[in-house]
């Protein structure tokens, strides 16, 4: 009977490993969510997503000419007034008697800037740009969002899975520790067994608690991720598996240089910058501006039981042609400041490439030394696997006592973990490159 308990246990045991590669445990009830309806979820519900492209909207909205500056203003203007002047007491007047006047104004006004040194193109041009920028911010906000997404789902496949594999260790100790009591019953154990048996089934306990807050966590933050319920629990059907590319540095970085999303923001930067310094320049030439329209007076007399009516219309066509002669040297130094601003942005974009360089190496160097040691600990795990089974035969037979076995589960215990935060570190590499060399958009 207790043979076959432990032969059952041991079966659970390894349950776990085959789950990490045919894709995972089943929860009844739950919504089936897949890495790829995690990112849609995640692309049309992120705040940080939608945000942007709120913002992605404003500047379609003001990337026009007439912001720009092409087209004139027109106003038109009311005016209704009335007055009561009364000289009947003034012995000096004309008229002795109370006046009563009403009138009403109207009137239309054009303005329009003819020239101001190519400042309406130079203008739109820096519109055109400003919603690149934007667009470029969203995209970069897309990544973040779909990194996240794929490192939160695969850290919550990662922590169910040690569930899965901490539930069936649990349940190996919690076998033991109650055989031994049914031994202790019958007189055949030996006290200091138990105690251990019950020692490792109450740490398992705790651990397999501890493991499910883990979990519970990571779907968490899935959910905030993806802007939903909180409280949303899922059975998450994707693999915790990759593929394992060889990747090229210069590859990559040539991948880099040409579509990572930072970098093509601060090449926007410099154009903005080109743009500016145009604008500062403008302010060197004259503005040439029209002015016209036509002003309506109606006005309205009364004077005792006589009145009287009187209309005027007035219309004007006006140019204007303004040039600043010396302003203490505010167009020079503001020309100037722009320059240097357009000197320091080529700066960081200079600096950005170090640092992405960098970033990539980093990534690179991490990405093939996760995969060597995800290759070390599958071997590793093979031979804790064949320990464990040899350690319990042992135990059986009375060859090693329970400290001994429960060092054996210990290192089978750590060696499944270790497999599990391997696979999962070789996927946040992988992530991670691909974010750099902007490859994170189109692959998912």
């Not at 695969?154 to 569930?163: D, W």
């Not at 926007?268 to 329209?293: D, H, M, R, T």
């Not at 004007?316 to 130094?333: E, M, P, Q, S, V």
Request: proline residues 1%; without cysteine; glycine residues 6%.
């Amino acid at each position: 009977m207790h043979k076959i308990s432990i032969r059952n246990a041991v079966m659970r045991y390894l349950f776990p490993i085959l789950i990490f590669f045919v894709g995972g445990s089943t929860f009844w009830g739950q919504d089936d969510l897949s890495l790829e309806d995690a990112i849609k979820l995640g692309l049309a519900q992120n705040f940080d997503i939608v945000i942007a492209n709120k913002n992605v909207e404003i500047s379609k909205n003001n990337n026009n000419w007439g912001q720009a500056g092409r087209y004139p203003s027109i106003d038109i203007n009311l005016q209704q007034g009335n007055s009561i002047s009364d000289q009947s007491n003034n012995p000096t007047a004309f008229i002795q008697q109370a006046i009563r006047s009403h009138s009403f104004q109207s009137g239309l006004n054009l303005n329009w800037t003819l020239f101001n040194g190519f400042k309406v193109m130079a203008n739109k041009e820096k519109l055109d740009l400003l919603q690149q920028q934007s667009e470029g911010n969203a995209s970069i906000v897309i990544e973040n969002t779909i990194q996240g997404i794929i490192l939160a789902y695969y850290n919550a496949k990662l922590q169910l899975e040690k569930i899965a594999l901490l539930k069936n260790v649990l349940e190996l100790s919690k076998d033991k520790y109650e055989y031994q009591k049914v031994k202790q019953a019958l007189g055949t154990a030996v006290t200091v067994d138990l105690l251990q048996y019950k020692t490792a089934y109450l740490t398992d306990s705790s651990s397999f608690v501890m493991q499910e807050l883990a979990y519970k966590n990571a779907v968490r933050n899935l959910n905030l991720l993806m802007g939903n319920d909180i409280r949303k629990t899922w059975n998450l059907t994707s693999k915790l598996t990759t593929e394992m590319p060889v990747f090229e540095s210069k590859e990559l970085e040539n991948k880099m240089i040409s579509n990572n999303n930072n970098l093509k923001n601060q090449l926007i930067n410099l154009e903005l910058s080109q743009k500016e310094l145009k604008l500062a320049k403008a302010n060197l030439y004259p503005v040439l501006s029209f002015n016209a329209g036509a002003q309506n007076s109606n006005s309205t007399f009364v004077l005792g039981s006589q009145s009287a009516n009187g209309t005027t219309i007035n219309y004007f066509g006006n140019f204007t042609l303004a040039f600043r002669l010396f302003d203490g040297g505010k167009i020079k130094r503001a020309i100037k400041n722009v320059a240097i601003q357009e000197e320091i942005t080529n700066l960081n974009i200079e600096k950005t490439k170090l640092q992405l360089n960098q970033e990539l190496q980093i990534q690179l160097e991490n990405y093939n030394s996760r995969v060597a040691i995800f290759d070390i600990n599958k071997q590793s795990f093979a031979a804790s696997k064949q320990n464990l089974e040899i350690a319990h035969l042992k135990e059986n037979s009375g060859l090693i006592n329970s400290f001994n076995l429960r060092d054996v589960e210990l290192a089978y215990l750590r060696a499944g973990v270790s497999l599990f935060d391997s696979m999962y570190a070789i996927i946040e590499s992988k992530t991670n490159l691909t974010k750099l060399t902007g490859g994170i958009v189109e692959e998912n």
